[in-house]
């Protein structure tokens, strides 16, 4: 979800693209850091930077997932029985305090398939995530799930093309090469964009009004 320098091109994310879908009465700033879980993105002072600048009536969107996973990395893992959820109620609370309003929204999906079938691989944080919000009546938006699904009624194949493929030589960061079946390109970001806005247009969300539906 994070905005990516220009040396990561073609690496974007979601929360990068959102913007060119958004009219000029919806200031947009992202605060989403690449490799952070809610735990490492609290420790490094983050939630508290983005705490500083929040005013009554904004919203804030969280998402997290991906790198709460990882058992092996202390510093980031958020178990999803416990440390997770209690993470993300934890913003939901400082965020209220503030008078502001939050949106969770599960992780997207991994571009993982075993045997030509998805593997869906975060579906337990997804599934986390949406207990705390029903928990804490707060708008949700499941982007596990619809990207999931677009990937699997996408194919394995011809899935890759919103997902990191880089020949040799093409990037001065990519000397070699990479294949990135985690984070997104432009064309992926963009999709997942979409998503999000199609799905606070399905649920008639108050932001959704400041979004250009044509561009959809």
């Not at 503030?98 to 593997?119: E, T, Y």
């Not at 400041?210 to 959809?216: C, E, I, V």
Request: positive net charge; glycine residues 6%; aromatic residues 10%.
């Amino acid at each position: 979800m994070s905005d990516k320098p220009n040396l990561a091109y073609p690496e974007r994310g979601w929360g990068q693209l959102l913007p060119q879908f958004a009219s000029p009465t919806l200031n947009i700033v992202n605060h989403a850091a690449n490799g952070r879980s809610t735990r490492r993105f609290k420790d490094e002072g983050r939630w508290q930077m983005l705490l500083s600048e929040l005013k009554e009536g904004d919203y804030v969107l969280i998402q997290f997932g991906h790198n709460d996973q990882k058992k092996e990395d202390p510093a980031r893992y958020a178990s999803v029985e416990r440390d997770y959820p209690q993470f993300l109620g934890d913003f939901i609370a400082d965020i209220r305090k503030k008078n502001a309003i939050p949106i969770l929204a599960s992780s997207i999906c991994r571009r993982h398939f075993k045997d030509g079938k998805l593997d869906r691989n975060l579906k337990d944080y997804a599934e986390a995530a949406r207990k705390v919000a029903q928990r804490e009546k707060v708008d949700f938006v499941d982007l596990q799930s619809l990207t999931c699904d677009f990937l699997a009624e996408t194919g394995e194949a011809d899935s890759q093309q919103y997902f990191i493929q880089v020949p040799a030589d093409l990037y001065a960061r990519y000397p070699e090469g990479k294949s990135d079946n985690t984070h997104l390109n432009v064309q992926g970001a963009a999709k997942v964009a979409q998503f999000f806005v199609r799905d606070l247009l399905r649920q008639q969300h108050p932001l959704a009004k400041h979004f250009y539906r044509q561009r959809l």
